[in-house]
């Protein structure tokens, strides 16, 4: 195991100087913070697989980063046999890594269109300097947007939030459910869904609301089968000082009930008014893919406002958080939405460094169910856009039903 470094929430970093790429191996996270270097196309492609790296924003600039390093290193080298259709067939095949998020494919797709029509390329041309500039200047733009989108998405989702209560008239604590992670980890920074709960904790937590309602507490699942809530969001949650308490992905209809009866849990007892997700492909009529377990999150929201709440005011509101780079207008339904199917092997086993009183030991794996079983590995479904409230992205408008109950997205 690489041994304990300082905490930090800097999931990609990459050097404009050096021209060099290093992410932050988000497998042995929360017990050790380690980087590994990505040179090239192949590298990146093992990475995002492997979930290395994980989340929509942060996979497609990891790509997009990792064809920059590549094509500096073949420039470096001096050689002269590299064609754009060399480069692209390598981009197509990265692309492969992950299929469900629209991020990865959007960028890379953007960068072999930027390359193509905007400088009129044929396909055996070389890969050039006049190419690499092309490639630099969209990552780098790709990155620093995405950070300065979130911030954005922060403080509309934020709006949301204040706009829903006070016209529910709802005074006191809060608390929202959230699921996998959506975070700084998952993006550039500051995060989607996450960046909403930390814009919102910021300015609505009990000492400095200037509302007459504050968020209280955060809960996030656990995220079966890959723990993405249990070891990353309560890292981020953790090292932000934000409360929270972590919940099993089967425990959320309870933890909605019994918070809405007012029965404290540890002494915590703020209702959920809001479960926030973010999307990895959110479509045309607003059907939106993220990962497994979201489309039952709206589902109890569903639930609990169609049933227990009905005729009150008191409703809990199902947002998704995503930039426009995740939003996909090409694809009409949720029905089109390619899902990516992960190895059998993630639900049967557990892996993760062995923790004694000495520290962190080797890395470990521990079966959990019985060897040779079949197996059903989703690693996204998708939620009908009839569940969602609202879709939160960077543009000040909030992307909210139109009278028929359907979603507006336009570019
Ligand atoms: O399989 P993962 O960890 O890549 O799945 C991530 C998610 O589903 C996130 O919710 C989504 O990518 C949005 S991240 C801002």
Not at 35 to 45: L, R
Not at 273 to 282: E, L, N, S, T
Request: aromatic share 8%.
């Amino acid at each position: 195991m690489p041994e304990h470094t300082e905490k930090t929430l800097q999931a990609i970093k990459f050097d404009k100087n050096a021209k060099t790429l290093d992410i932050l191996d988000q497998l042995l996270l929360p017990y050790s913070t380690h980087y590994i270097s990505i040179k090239t196309i192949e590298d990146a492609f093992q990475a995002i697989k492997l979930m290395q790296v994980r989340g929509a924003p942060a996979i497609a600039i990891v790509g997009a980063f990792a064809v920059v390093v590549d094509t500096y290193s073949y420039l470096q080298s001096g050689k002269k046999d590299k064609t754009i259709k060399d480069l692209f067939k390598s981009i197509d095949y990265l692309i492969t890594s992950r299929p469900t998020a629209v991020n990865l494919s959007n960028a890379l797709n953007d960068i072999k269109d930027l390359i193509s029509k905007k400088h009129g390329l044929e396909e055996t041309s070389v890969v050039d300097e006049a190419v690499f500039e092309l490639i630099y200047n969209y990552s780098v733009a790709l990155f620093e947007d995405d950070l300065a989108n979130n911030f954005k998405i922060g403080d509309n989702g934020l709006n949301y939030i204040k706009e829903t209560l006070k016209s529910e008239g709802f005074k006191g604590p809060f608390s929202i459910v959230t699921i996998c992670n959506t975070g700084s980890l998952a993006t550039s920074g500051h995060g989607t869904a996450l960046g909403i709960i930390r814009s919102t904790y910021n300015k609505l937590k009990q000492s400095e609301s200037k509302e007459d309602f504050y968020l209280e507490h955060v809960y996030p699942c656990e995220t079966r089968p890959y723990n993405q809530g249990a070891k990353l969001t309560t890292y981020e949650l953790n090292y932000e000082q934000i409360p929270f308490t972590l919940i099993c992905d089967n425990m959320v209809s309870s933890l909605v009930n019994t918070l809405s009866d007012k029965k404290a849990i540890k002494q915590i007892a703020a209702p959920v008014k809001f479960i926030i997700v973010g999307a990895d492909r959110v479509v045309k009529n607003g059907d939106t893919a993220n990962k497994i377990g979201t489309f039952q999150l709206s589902t109890i929201a569903n639930y609990f406002n169609t049933n227990k709440f009905e005729g009150t005011t008191n409703k809990i509101k199902f947002i998704v958080a995503a930039p426009r780079t995740t939003i996909d207008l090409n694809t009409k339904s949720g029905d089109d939405i390619v899902i990516e199917e992960r190895p059998a092997n993630e639900l049967t086993t557990l892996r993760g460094p062995v923790l004694s009183e000495n520290g962190v030991g080797e890395k470990y794996t521990v079966g959990i169910a019985t060897p040779g079983i079949s197996v059903w590995n989703p690693a996204f479904d998708v939620t009908p856009h009839q569940l969602i409230d609202a879709i939160v992205t960077e543009e000040t408008t909030v992307y909210t039903k139109n009278s028929e109950g359907e979603f507006v997205l336009t570019k």
